[in-house]
Nanobody
């Protein structure tokens, strides 16, 4: 089994920056992509950004492109999400998720517990 843990959420003001961290452990050989997803109250989870682990290709939702950056850490299956120029509409629970598929999708296989990001205006 794969276990995913994310952290770094908090309460910030619009225009601020925040960095989220993610680490996966367990049967990491089954992981081919790692991504960030978010879920606002009353809405379905949506893809934010991710990396194809073998290819290094990055993917971004249009709503965050140019503001958010995703990167790898030195440890195996470590992922960061650098969020800049945060907006109130970025408020959501952010999840890190690992996938068997090589490209991040909206249906990842292994979810973290989530970390709350709240952006006040």
């Amino acid at each position: 089994q794969v276990h995913v843990v994310e952290s770094g959420g908090g309460l910030v003001q619009a225009g601020d920056s925040l960095r989220l961290s993610c680490a996966a452990s367990g049967s990491i050989s089954s992981i081919n992509a790692v991504g960030w997803y978010r879920q606002a109250p009353g809405k379905e989870p949506e893809f934010v950004a991710g990396i194809g682990w073998s290819t290094g290709a990055t993917y971004f939702a249009d709503s965050v492109r140019g503001r958010f950056t995703v990167s790898r850490g030195h440890a195996p299956i470590t992922l960061y999400l650098q969020m800049n120029s945060l907006k109130s509409e970025d408020t959501a629970v952010y999840y890190c998720a690992a996938e068997r598929n090589p490209i991040p999708t909206s249906h990842p296989d292994f979810w973290g517990q989530g970390t709350q990001v709240t952006v006040s205006s």
